[in-house]
């Protein structure tokens, strides 16, 4: 199904062995998913990806681990991305989403798919109340 | 702007009338932002969207306001949706968001968008360990 | 495939048994297809989707049938959805989309997708002529 | 708010002059929109684009006129294209759609973005009886 | 998985049959890929898809056919469209793109695709230098 | 228009000021568009895109800093976001790309945009030549 190959030894390379295990390190599992062996075969690019999904969703931050991969998986879906889909769900699953808080998010993705179709099709102005302002424009409200 | 004009008095028209009111006492604020002007229009179509809108993001249920507010947030801006974008963001801060939150949001969206785009290149299988399983289906892992 | 699993008897649930009873009654057929086998995971999201989809395509109103199963699988194929460009092909056809008519209908997606991206590229300026006018607004033309 | 500019005086070009009276000839009226102005920035491209929308929009074909420009207008609201969402919608009011039937119209696109959000989170597998058999294919069901 | 049948023995349609020999001719093999034996059930599709095609890869133009095929597998990566990505970076790998060349391309749609989200959310007004100017506008940067 | 503000003295921050040495040191323009104007209002965000676009768009890699500039353009163009399709385009002139080349470039991406819908409807297996193969994968072919 995919459009390269992974390398049949992935660990062989000593930066994809780095960043592996630095995955089964991070997430306490040995499970490597497909997308890392298939990043495996570019090195450079494999912890490129590691090192921005590390920063995002296991790094401390403002927002919660669950919220952040809730969040990751609904853009997953509204970008159609099939992997991204089934891998962030569940990644959301394992940080403690429960089957009511999946039902909400599928309602909430629904929903704002919704209107988001509505609001591309009726364009209404965007209340002045909405626009933060920019304090070096002259001429705010007018901007093309 | 748009491509429907609101109605000059819209209420005039009871079924208006009483969604604007049913907005104002939901939200304790007398804004009625243009959304729903516009949407004054076809009174039909105003109500149903009431009723989703307030269903989903008015209505206490598994995930809090502020979070259900970012997902909408988050799939408007992965949609391409101006108007959806300016008041959920917007929304999201009434509800309590941060802005260290909403950098946060903005950082997972922005990954996650990078990630969607690399793994519809590559398209890897999905791991055996993602897929739920159906107990109709005799030959799982097999589907078109 | 799924990202998640169908209840392996879904009629048992009395809610699930009323809505599959009412989408054979209104389809006139006994079979039920995997979305609503799906959607019975979640008997209150099932009862939405299939209150939503039997108001905009069962329903009479301003456009015929078959036009809107047509609608319905246009924006389903410029949105990625897999299944429910299949599932609303079918039922357009099952509504007496011709081939004829279907080749028309792939010809206007094929042309509208890509006059789209050439519009989304070159970003002229609506013609004031296709703006609706706000009654409200003081300074139409002139907003961000 | 364009990423290129018109030429000032288009008709002194002959093939724009000919693209010009054509689009005038075909749609009886003088008024040349923005697209057509702006495209006359590439005479070879303008060309082809008014060859692709005049033979699928206003050819006679198995689909009627109005219907087409719906179903152009509904894929460019997916698509969030600006201009092109104003100029269908407003071509399939030119072709005879009523307020009736654009409130349809409004509701099955925003419908039909919810269920694909929906589906493309679930994912579940499109029934057989869906797909199309393919006579060369000596082992359907089992694509990758 | 396909939502039409191809036909069992299209080359018995003389069109297909000339499309196919022109394929054939055009490319150096023997080889018709799956898109086309799929058209070939509307041959006046499959004359249009195989005439636009061949006009923009498989004709000289400013740029370099390794470098068309490269951007068309990124619009198709970003369009979500499966067939196409896996067909066009095939392409693309047959016109001379090196494996370090697709991951330079993997990793510009990759970023772009975040950007895209980000400046999607942020919405800071496009900088004057960047708007192509429009002779025939008198009230340039104050469009709606 | 925007969602946040812009510091109205970004480079008070010693970090804004870093970055915005670095943009002007790269680039060799005192020129500091929008997006970093506005990202200055978050300065790790700031510096994370930087880093990004600098190690993707200014750095010598397998293709030319033209093409990966064209690449983008295709992807934000195809993403519908106006900020990125302005300021791409606009860069891939400043790096060289001539009339003639962008004219190719809206043609690639408007066909491609069009073959993308098509294919995302008709949705053909795709052809065993164009899948890579997996070493670890004992049953290539079969997968969901």
Redesign the interface.
Known sequence: ??????P?DPEADPRVRAVFDDIRATRQTD?I???W???AA?P??LE??WR??K???ATP???DAK??E???A?????????????????SARARGM?A????????????????????????????A?????????PN?????
Not at 79 to 86: G, I, P, R, S, V
Not at 114 to 120: C, D, G, R, V
Not at 129 to 137: Q, V
Request: hydrophobic share 45%; net charge negative.
């Open positions: 199904m995919a459009t390269i190959s992974p049949p499970f998913n497909n997308v062996r298939y990043l570019d450079g690019l490129e990806v921005d999904v920063a995002v969703l931050s403002a927002l919220t952040k809730m969040i990751y609904a853009v997953s879906i509204a970008n159609a991305c099939d992997y991204c889909t089934h891998s962030h769900l569940a429960t009511a808080e999946q039902a909400d998010l599928l309602r909430v993705v629904a929903t704002a798919s919704k209107t988001n179709a509505l609001l591309n099709a009726i364009r209404p102005p965007v209340d109340a909405f626009l933060a302002p920019d304090p070096a424009d705010p409200g007018t901007h093309p």
